[in-house]
């Protein structure tokens, strides 16, 4: 990811639940090279759309939708993928930030 975002002078971000001292050991462990923003709250995860109803073994709960998005300078989203899967992920910003 830190990749793609030097190649095409953008910044990269990444935005979860969890708390940051959580974040930082993730970070640590693995190496992601980019910001990681902490939401216990949800609210960008609502903003984003991506708080939703999910079922897992019969049971439903909310949680987050895996999700990428390329936010412009002006703040639009300019592509999204929702239910991406993380080895998806560099591959469809690549194309996404080549095409542009």
């Keep these: 990811m830190r990749d793609i975002a030097a190649k ?16 930082k050991r993730f970070d640590d462990k693995n190496s992601l090279g980019y910001t990681l923003l902490s939401d216990p709250d949800h609210e960008a995860a609502e ?12 049971k439903s709960y909310l949680g ?10 002006d703040g639009s989203v300019e592509h999204a993928w929702y239910k991406i899967s993380p080895k998806d992920t560099a591959v469809k910003l690549a194309a996404a930030l080549t095409a542009e």
Excluded: E, L, N
């Excluded at 910044?11 to 940051?20: C, H, L, Q, R, T």
């Excluded at 903003?47 to 019969?58: C, D, E, I, N, T």
């Excluded at 987050?64 to 300078?73: C, K, M």
């Design 8 to 23: 095409h002078s953008v910044a990269a971000v990444g935005i979860s639940g969890d708390k940051p001292d959580r974040q």
């Design 47 to 58: 903003a984003f759309g991506v708080w939703r109803q999910k079922k897992m073994y019969g």
């Design 64 to 73: 987050v939708v895996r999700s990428t998005f390329v936010v412009g300078a």
